[in-house]
């Protein structure tokens, strides 16, 4: 559950800091009759990104066993990559996130009411998509059970409310910080689903080494037990991993944390502290 609930916080707090900044900005500039066409871009992006996870929960249950396994294998790696494109990114541009997103909302203004709609709709609408995929491939590697989905909503409840406390200046969050630590959090746990996903694609055939396990301590950690369901939900643990999941989890998790975490120590021109203006 922690691991789908730093999705569900992470993801919507990027999009609830986008929302409340492009809010506290019409307000400020006084325009809040351009508020409805705001809201509506939002709409839209919320409801193509419940309809592109339902699609991919629904729409993958009637084929074979081994094409809902190439398919799960390849939306793992391809979630991985946009995830670890977004932390990167997020980190290196969230002091400047909201003078980037008034500059966009200027042009939008100039252009009309569509123009905004379109901007509101693609500044929540990436995030939205890029949570969906990423939250149904970490919700399949937890586990079955209602656990990684709460854990999800939870996540998601937690980042409208911060967003809230955010837009009515009751919170200033350091989002460089914010964005470091948990972009840490998340590259750990994206290393768990790209390992899941070559499983997948190993037990399609696409992959080879299915039968050849780097370990196996099912017998110390049982899947079943509370701490095996603890490490499974919060790191995609495997007590049995194939030797190809196991050198790929390690060449991607190694790599790609010491870059982020090194990069995180470059020294910052200024803090990163944001509060929305009104």
Known sequence: MF???????????????????????????????????????????????????????????????????????????????????????????ARNLKNELQGKLDAALAMGTGALVTTAFLAVGREGLETSLFVWRSVHAAG???GPLIGVLLGIGTSIVLGWLFYRGALKINLSKFFTWTGGML????????????????????????????????????????????????????PDPTVLQLSVWALYLVPVLALFLFSAKSPAPRKAAVSAEK
């Open 144 to 146: 079955d059970g209602a």
């Open 187 to 238: 590259v750990v746990v994206a290393a768990g689903v790209l390992a899941y996903g070559v499983h997948d694609l190993q037990e399609a055939d696409i992959l080879p080494g299915l039968n050849s396990r780097a370990f196996d301590v099912s017998g110390t950690i049982p899947p079943d037990s509370w701490y095996g369901t603890l490490l499974k939900g919060t790191f995609n643990f495997q």
């Open 3 to 93: 691991s789908n609930y730093l999705i569900g916080l992470r993801e919507g707090l990027e999009a609830s800091l986008v929302v409340c900044i492009l809010i506290a900005y019409l307000v400020k500039t006084n325009n809040r009759d351009k508020l409805g066409p705001l809201w509506l871009g939002v709409g839209l992006a919320a409801a193509l990104s419940l309809a592109f996870g339902a699609g991919l929960e629904f729409g993958t249950s009637e084929l074979t066993f081994q094409a809902q396994e190439a398919i799960g294998g390849s939306l793992s790696i391809v979630s991985v990559g946009l995830v670890t494109w977004m932390v990167f990114w997020m980190k290196r541009t």
